[in-house]
Every structure is written in C-alpha cells, then in structure tokens.
C-alpha cells in the first residue's frame, strides 16, 4: 500500500513538472510575441513570417496556455488508450484516413494553391515535365512582365536570350510531383507522402523504443500537431524530406551494406529535392557513427548508394541548366539559384561565402522565433516529452542518433541565413521533425525490459494530444485557410470563358507579386502579367488583339478581354 502511495505521488510530481515547465514556456513564447507586436506599427501587413507570427500564433499561444491548464484534470487513460492502441494495430487503415484528410485539406483549406513562390517553383517545374520537356519557354520581349524582377533566377531561372525559364531549385521534388501533375491531381502528392509518413514514423518507434504501443503514440503525436498535418496539405518540399530522413534511419538502425547501398539511394534523392542541405545536417550524425564504428563496408555502400540520383538527377540538371544559366544573371543572396547555378570554381566559393556566416542579431532574432513556432504548432509539450524522452532512454544509440540529427538540423540553420518566410510552423526544422514524436514516446509508451512510464503522465499528455487534434488543428486550420484565402481574393480574376490579360500592380498591395503566374508555355486563356503602367498595359494588349477591351480596373491592377491568346506577334516581338 505505501508502495502505491508512493508511485502516485512521484506520478503526480512528474505530470506536475511537466505542465509547469510547459505553461512556463509557452508563457515566455506569447511574451515575445506580445512584445514584437508592440515593435510593429502595422503588425499585419509586415513580412510573412512575421505576420503569420504575430497574428496567427498570438492566439495559438493562449489556446495552447488553455489546453495545459485544463489538462491537469486529466484523470483517465482510457479513451487515449483506445485512440493508441487503434493507430498501433492500424496503421494502414490510419493511413488511408489520413490520406482522405489531408487531400481534403489541400482543396478545401489550401485551395490548391502554391501560396509561397517556394512551393510554386516545384509545381511549376513538374508542369513542364508533365507536358513533356525540361523547361518552359515565354516570349523573350516579355518576360519581365511574366516574371517579375525580384523572383528571377532566385525562384525561376529566365534566359532574356531564350525564353526558356526551369525552378531555380533542384529537381527532385518535381519528379515526384510530375505524375500527380500529369493526371491533374498535384494536391494528391504531399497527402500522399504525409499518408505514407505515418507508416513510417509507426515503424521507426516499434523498432527503436522495441514497443508496440511506442507507434500508436507516434502517430497520435504527428496527428495532433497542425504543423505536420497542414505542411501535408501543401506544396512544400519538405515533407518529402521527412519521409526520406525517416525511411533512411529506418534503413540504418541496423545496418547491413544492402540497406546502407538502399539508404544511400533515399538519402540521395532527399539531396536533389530541392537543395541539399536539410539531408546533409540530418545525415551527418549517422554517417560520423558508421565511420567511428569502422565500419567501412557499409559505409562504402552508403556512399555508393548516393551517387545514382547525384549525378543522375543533380549533376544531370546542372549540366543542363548551365546553358541557360549562362544567359541568366547571377543568382540573389536568398539562397534559391546557388544550389543550381553554374559557373567557375571561384564563382561557387563566392557564392557559398555569401550564405555562409555567422549568426547576426537578425538571424538569432530569427531562430528564436522559429523555435516559437516550433513548440506552438505541435503538440502541446511535445519538445519537452521529446527531451525527457531522450533522457530515459539515452543508454539507446538510435535515440541518440536521432538527437543528434535534430540538433544538427537546428543548430545548422543559423549559420545559413535564409529567410523562412512564409510556413506553417518552423519549416527549416520540418526535415528532422519526425525525432520529435519518436523520442516523445518513450515517456508514456509501455514496453518490456523498461521502466513502465508514469500512470499519472499518461492521461495528461493524452489529453494534451486529443485535445490539440480536436481543438488546435481545427484553429490552424481555419487560420491558413482564412491567410490564403484572403492572399487568393487581393487580385479578383473574371469567370469567363473568353481569354484574357491581367495586370497586377507591384506596390499597392501585399505579396502581389506573388500572384503574377503563368503556365510554364502560357497554355490556357489566362495570362497574369506585372503591370508597367497603364500606358504600356493598353499598348502590350492592343498588340495582341488591336479589339481587346478592358473589362475590370481596381488598386489590384486590369484585365482585359481579348478574342485569342497567345497571339503569334507576342512570340515574334524583338
């Protein structure tokens, strides 16, 4: 009795500490926050990040103050359980719902549109490959107005020369985009690869916390974190690049030079997704630990294993980009063309020193707030549980492997520095995010050979997890539908079958450049272009059709109604 008397009071301290520190935390997070609105003038039209930040996460970081008070009333580990216990027997069918769930999302909250130019270099690029070429081609005379200035050669690559105009990314991530795009269903992808993830995630705690019911919590924990589940719903790349981290631990956690040669092919094809820093940090920790255990053998096959899509897909598209890279002007700072971009050897070391540096106030200001978004959009508490996670379990080299790489991915990212913009939660980190529910588990998942997790913990970091999945994915989700919607509705487009020729005007509005879009070959009978005044709008359209009218006119820009495009002369201009 006094036994039981005592492993409910450490229980109760246990659960204690954790919503303390947790309340803690997310206190100093709305604290930054509340403190940065008070920086802003206008704290809703500042940069993407920032705005997302400020408006959107100030209320996440009450509900989520909400969610952690109400859980210390948490009493039952029943219903949490059940839910646990269903996802660990059925990860298939899990899957399969998540699928539907998450396509649905892609329509209905993401509208199936690329809302960062990030995302839209991807399906813009799996569009020319999907009709069959490897770039697109626009009217040389006008491709500033297709292309507005700022986005060239740092999220498109345009030759004036040519016409011709690829992603300034690597290609990976397009491949894999391209057969969705080709059966018109593009959204269908990353709830594909988020579907999938789950397995995967499902398999990687079974086999390193050797539980069963280890799974279940994992994919419980990925479920309720609105940033997973919205970046599935997304063009982004980076779900591609957890799916691919977790399938090579998978490959590695017992390593034979077969799976190390199999993991070289996945680690490969996450270097060529996009750019090929999120796998290097990731993989960097596993590589050093095949090397210190001299294991030479499978660490030869892993690095055999990566040279097929290298230098098949990542060398392959550099050799054909640098034609019309020689055409283009020098990539930007922002890191979009350095991964692609050809040149001389001295010109890829110029390059690497620009975005190579050490962290400024500006990027730690940064990092800090990207860790914010890190604690608010997952789980309630699921950094700290993933921390004690470790702790219980670090006598474990898998889980220190995954610590590792975790910390290799944040860490690595202040001494880059880009500019996340826009992103559902911390999108840097989202490469490693799958360590987060698996060491997460370790603390209320029930497993032979181990101390058995706290009775008292279990049903307030259940709660926590429900709760954020019926409650906290609800609010992020109207909050990215509301984010893109409003982003949809800044240029009013006409509903018409006749075709037609919009001007967006740059200045007046917010991220409209954004807006200005074409097919890859201008197929279709709308053509979006950058605005270059009035005067020169009417002139560029009565070229196409000397009867065009205009139909609409607004702060936003034009449009005007033509009888066919594109016309011939728009091709032949000089």
Not at 218 to 239: K, N, Q, R
Request: net charge positive; hydrophobic share 50%.
């Amino acid at each position: 009795m006094n036994q039981d008397r005592t492993s409910i009071y450490l229980g109760e301290r246990e659960s204690s500490r954790f919503l303390s520190w947790s309340l803690v935390i997310t206190g100093l997070c709305l604290a930054f926050i509340v403190f940065s609105r008070m920086l802003f003038i206008d704290y809703r039209t500042v940069h993407a990040f920032w705005h997302l930040l400020l408006n959107q996460d100030y209320w996440g970081a009450w509900l989520t103050i909400g969610l952690l008070i109400m859980a210390a009333m948490a009493k039952s580990i029943t219903p949490v359980l059940a839910v646990v216990g269903f996802f660990a027997r059925r990860p298939g069918i899990t899957a399969v719902a998540a699928f539907v769930f998450f396509s649905a999302g892609a329509l209905l909250v993401y509208h199936d549109h690329p809302i960062s130019m990030d995302e839209y270099s991807a399906r813009f690029q799996s569009e020319i490959f999907a009709g069959g070429h490897l770039a697109g081609k626009y009217p040389v005379a006008f491709i500033d107005w297709l292309v507005p200035g700022p986005f060239q050669n740092h999220f498109l690559v345009v030759s004036h020369e040519t016409g011709e105009v690829i992603s300034a990314y690597l290609p990976g991530f397009a491949l894999l985009l391209t057969p969705f795009t080709f059966l018109g269903i593009p959204w269908a992808c990353n709830p594909a690869i988020g579907a999938i993830s789950l397995l995967a995630l499902h398999k990687v705690a079974r086999e390193i916390l050797a539980s069963k019911e280890a799974s279940g919590w994992a994919i419980l924990f990925a479920l309720a974190s609105p940033a997973y589940t919205i970046t599935a719903m997304s063009y982004y790349s980076m779900p591609a690049h957890l799916l691919l981290n977790l399938v090579y631990t998978l490959l590695l956690l017992r390593p034979t030079p077969g799976k190390a040669f199999v993991a070289g092919l996945v680690g490969g094809l996450a270097l060529v997704l996009h750019n090929p820093l999120p796998h290097t940090l990731y993989a960097l920790p596993w590589i050093a630990w095949l090397i210190y255990r001299r294991d030479f053998r499978v660490a030869g096959m892993l690095v055999l294993g990566y040279l097929p899509p290298v230098l098949g897909i990542g060398v392959g598209w550099i050799v054909f980009s640098s034609g019309l890279q020689a055409t283009a002007s020098v990539g930007n700072e922002s890191g979009g063309a350095i991964w692609t971009a050809g040149g001389s050897w001295h010109a890829w070391v110029d390059r690497i020193s620009n975005i190579v540096t050490l962290p400024d106030m500006a990027v730690l200001t940064m990092r800090l707030a990207g860790t914010i978004k890190l604690w608010l959009w997952a789980v309630p508490g699921l950094m700290l549980l993933a921390f004690l996670g470790f702790r219980s379990r670090s006598q474990n080299t898998a889980v220190r492997l995954l610590l590792a790489s975790a910390a290799a991915t944040y860490v690595g990212y202040f001494v880059f520095p880009f500019d996340q913009g826009h992103g559902w939660g911390y999108r840097y980190f989202h490469s490693a995010w799958g360590v987060l529910p698996v060491l997460a588990t370790a603390v209320v998942a029930r497993s032979a050979g181990n101390v058995q997790p706290s009775t008292r913990l279990i049903p307030v970091v259940g709660y926590l997890a429900l709760s954020s999945l019926v409650i906290s994915t609800p609010l992020r989700l109207f909050q990215a539908e509301a984010f893109i919607d409003q982003h949809l509705k800044r240029l009013p487009l006409m509903g018409t079958s006749e075709p037609t020729v919009t001007f967006v005007e740059s200045r007046p509005g917010y991220y409209m450049e954004d807006l200005v879009r074409n097919p890859p070959r201008l197929q279709g009978k709308r053509v979006i272009m950058l605005s270059h005044g009035a005067e020169f709008n009417e002139q560029l359209v009565r070229e196409i059709d000397p009867t065009a009218r205009r139909v609409m006119m607004g702060s936003w820009g034009e449009t005007w109604q033509i009888r066919s495009y594109p016309a011939p002369a728009i091709y032949n201009r000089n």
